[in-house]
């Protein structure tokens, strides 16, 4: 893989543009910077609010897209801090720390892509496909009904599975079972054409495309979603297991922020990754 150079990042107030609905539960959030930004597609930004109301901890969430100093987030209301986000009006003012995190980077050998989006993970993968995606490039987007789809986001070379077929609008196609099924009943398995996946989504789908990907020997690339306190490698609260064959016990602490958030398939460590037990609250 090749990493395109990435910005240096930048901390600077944000003024909120728009904040709508896309689906039933994803709300797309264009904030205006204070200054220009670039991005590579797998980076992230930090959040917050400004002042006194601020949160401990900002949260982090991946870059759909930046044009010049208009940077768009896509999120779900999960807890405190969204519901935060979600409140927030045009004109409102955040704070912004970002492009962080390694990219998805753009494959040397030209073969072609798979990007793989479960629900909110949905933007890193977003992005790649709009910003380096070629003809021999794919998107598939998993939700969980047609109402939680953000039709207006996805073009044709996107295919959508849904885990229930209610709500799919007249004149739109979702298949009906799991994401990763749907890129093996399209790429059939007598395709040996070398492919690399990119994907970002829940952790039993990113355990799923990593099998998928090994069985058919293609290369994969996993985009993490860690809990995060500062999101620059200081707080050592993101941490996700990765195989270390160097070291006795076989496996290292690798902070998702900085190493991280996009990992090659391989190098994690399934049997221990998803097992921590707190939460960063703040
Ligand atoms: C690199 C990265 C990119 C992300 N990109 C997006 C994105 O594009 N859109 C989006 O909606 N979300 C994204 N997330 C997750 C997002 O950061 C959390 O949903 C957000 O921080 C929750 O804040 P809260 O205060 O609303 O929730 P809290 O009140 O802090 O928690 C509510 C619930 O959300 C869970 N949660 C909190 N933080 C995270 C987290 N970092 N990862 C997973 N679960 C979490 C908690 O376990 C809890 O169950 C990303 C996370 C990371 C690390
Ligand atoms: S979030 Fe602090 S080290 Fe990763």
Redesign the pocket.
């Known amino acids: 893989m090749t990493n395109p150079s990435t910005d240096a990042a930048l901390r600077c107030g944000a003024r909120v543009l728009n904040n709508d609905r896309v689906s039933s539960g994803?709300i797309r959030l264009d904030l205006e910077l204070e200054q220009k930004q670039d991005f590579e597609p797998g980076q992230?930004a930090m959040i917050n609010l400004p002042g006194p109301g601020a949160?401990v901890f900002s949260?982090?969430?991946?870059i759909?897209n930046i044009q010049d100093h208009v940077v768009s987030?896509?999120?779900?209301?999960?807890?405190?801090?969204?519901?935060?986000?979600e409140l927030m009006q045009p004109g409102g003012e955040l704070t912004f720390l970002g492009p962080l995190?390694q990219p998805f980077g753009i494959p040397e050998d030209n073969r072609p892509v798979i990007l793989v989006g479960g629900g909110?993970?949905?933007?890193?993968v977003w992005a790649w496909l709009k910003k380096h995606g070629r003809a021999s490039d794919a998107g598939f987007f998993g939700a969980r009904d047609g109402a939680d789809v953000p039709w207006t986001l996805l073009d044709e070379r996107w295919h959508v599975s849904v885990d229930s077929d209610k709500h799919v609008p007249a004149g739109k196609q979702a298949w009906q079972g799991l994401v990763p099924d749907l890129v093996a009943r399209e790429i059939p398995a007598d395709d040996d054409t070398p492919r690399l996946i990119m994907a970002c989504g829940p952790i039993p789908l990113l355990r799923a495309v990593a099998d998928l990907a090994s069985s058919r020997r293609w290369q994969c690339l996993v985009?993490?979603?860690?809990?995060?306190g500062c999101g620059y490698g200081a707080c050592k609260g993101?941490v996700v297991p990765v195989l270390d064959l160097s070291g006795s016990e076989g496996w290292r602490n690798a902070t998702?922020?900085q190493e991280?958030?996009v990992f090659r398939a391989e190098s994690i460590d399934w049997s221990r990754y998803g097992q921590r037990d707190f939460?960063?609250?703040g």
């Open positions: 994803l992230f949160f949260r982090p969430f991946s759909l987030l896509l999120y779900r209301v999960v807890g405190r801090g969204t519901r935060a986000l995190g909110v993970g949905l933007p890193p985009s993490l979603e860690e809990h995060m993101c998702c922020c991280g958030p939460e960063i609250v």
